[in-house]
């Protein structure tokens, strides 16, 4: 079942284009890992696809069984939204807001769902406890239970495990590993960590400043992109024997 459906898409601000001729299709339980050069429109595509910002062209389609509201965002975080003042269970809580309507308060519905989803990523024991004195990883943990609050559906994942140590970085992918095989969440996830992000990706979009590639990840190995990433892996591979 089609989620996203991207044809032909300009990207940019204003008059000035970032990125061009993007063209991919997500389906339901699809894992899409979104690579690429340094400035060529990742973070802009991201953008887009959360609505933030219109295609200065083509056209972004989504599914039926996808709302603008149900849709869950791991954002990049800053230093200072590392140091954001509040507890775990009001942040986790926070990705229930679009489940309010016109209501001014969190209700028994909203707590059970952020309570099963703090349970659900080991963090209850961690629920009143302040967001900044988290370590990285349970700060990503956090925010990934905030993101599943929203929805059942669609993840779109900004560099999920930037900076974070070795172990945490290998928790955080199985955690979404696990969301998306075992309970079918579609995953979309920009990441410069290319070596360790690739293997769980059942589609990759590549963007670059001259082209974009995308394709299953046997078509991504497959191409000269892919043969960089063969490269990368045969030299650490080297380093590490």
Known sequence: MMQIQ????TLGYEKQIVAADISFEVNKGDYLCILGE???GKSTLMKTLLGLQKPLGGSLRFGEDIRANEIG?????????????ASVEEIVLSGCVN???WRP????????????????????????????????GQQQRVLLARAL??????LLLDEPVAGLDPKATAEMYEL????????????????????EAVPFASHILYMSHRDTLFGDRESYLKSPYGQM??????SRRGKES
Not at 73 to 82: M, N, T
Not at 229 to 234: F, T, V, W
Request: charged fraction near 25%; proline fraction near 2%.
């Open 38 to 40: 340094n400035g060529s």
């Open 149 to 154: 609050c929203a929805t059942r559906k669609l």
């Open 73 to 85: 965002y791991l954002p990049q975080q800053s230093q200072l939204q590392r140091d954001f003042p």
């Open 105 to 136: 308060f969190y209700g028994k519905l909203e707590k059970e769902i952020a309570r099963e989803n703090m349970e659900q990523l080991g963090i209850f024991n961690l629920a009143g406890k302040c967001y900044r004195e988290l370590s990285g």
């Open 6 to 9: 991207c044809q032909n898409l």
């Open 99 to 101: 489940r309010l309507g």
């Open 229 to 234: 990433y063969a490269s990368m892996l045969q």
């Open 176 to 195: 979404i590993e696990e969301l998306n095989r075992r309970q079918g969440i579609t995953i979309i996830m920009v990441s410069h960590d290319v070596l």
